[in-house]
């Protein structure tokens, strides 16, 4: 089944740091992908996606590239501020047919950028 | 425009008690999701419906889990009997459209359920 693997635990850099969270995904299809983020007390919300291969998704500074190549879509930041702390999920769905909008999630990423 | 609403916010309830989480998706969307988030777990797909259909239930954990969606803007997660490790987030999410993969997925604020 399809499955996605993103950077463990809690990233901690400091305000003006660069910021890379891991994202690698396992599909026998080519897969929508996207990275969600969640604020304490509220559901997960679109953060970018990108549809295809070398598509990059971007927003609010984040970029994240959809390489095939390496099944990865890594989520970066020149730099991070204070108001970027969250928790990031990777994720993906399966291309079209009934199950295209059905969300494969990452386990989840806790970014707390010191002040 | 309203977003997912999800009822109750907070619940908590004694093991042995039925639990009904509802949930009203975002108007004209034709998909809806129930997720169980849990710090151990994660984010994990409980069941997905389809135009009030149920099209893969495979995340139901077991028989005390059943869902339904008797309409377009309307669906309930049932939990009968509770036990405490079914205490957990639980976040209904709408989208529209079937068959393209790239339709954002709108999640509401959460059901956070404890069983005591």
């Known amino acids: 089944g399809d499955s996605v693997v993103q950077t463990e635990g809690q990233v901690l850099p400091s305000e003006g740091d660069s910021l890379i969270v891991n994202c690698s995904y396992e599909?026998?299809?080519?897969?929508?992908l996207f990275w969600y983020v969640q604020y304490p007390g509220e559901g997960p919300q679109l953060h970018l996606k990108a549809m295809k291969a070398n598509d990059k998704g971007r927003n609010k500074g984040f970029e994240a590239m959809y390489r095939k190549e390496t099944t990865s879509f890594h989520l970066e930041k020149d730099s991070v501020q204070e108001s970027d702390s969250a928790v990031y999920f990777c994720a993906l769905t399966p291309p079209t047919g009934a199950a295209g909008n059905k969300l494969t999630f990452g386990g989840g990423t806790r970014v707390l950028v010191k002040p | 425009d309203a977003g997912v609403i999800q009822s109750p916010r907070h619940e908590v309830t004694e093991m042995g008690q039925e639990v009904t989480l509802r949930c009203k998706p975002i108007s004209g969307h034709n998909s809806l999701f129930w997720y169980r988030q849990t710090m151990m777990r994660g984010l994990e797909l409980l069941i997905y419906f389809n135009n009030n259909v149920p099209i893969d239930d495979s995340g139901m954990p077991e028989d005390r889990f059943s869902a339904k969606m008797p309409n377009a803007s309307f669906s309930t997660l049932k939990i009968q009997p509770s036990e405490p490790r079914d205490s957990a987030v639980y976040f209904c999410?709408?989208?529209?459209?079937?068959?393209?993969?790239?339709?954002?997925?709108?999640f509401g604020e959460g059901s956070w359920l404890t069983v005591v």
């Open positions: 599909t026998t299809q080519y897969p929508s």
């Open positions: 999410a709408s989208s529209k459209g079937t068959g393209n993969s790239g339709n954002t997925i709108y």
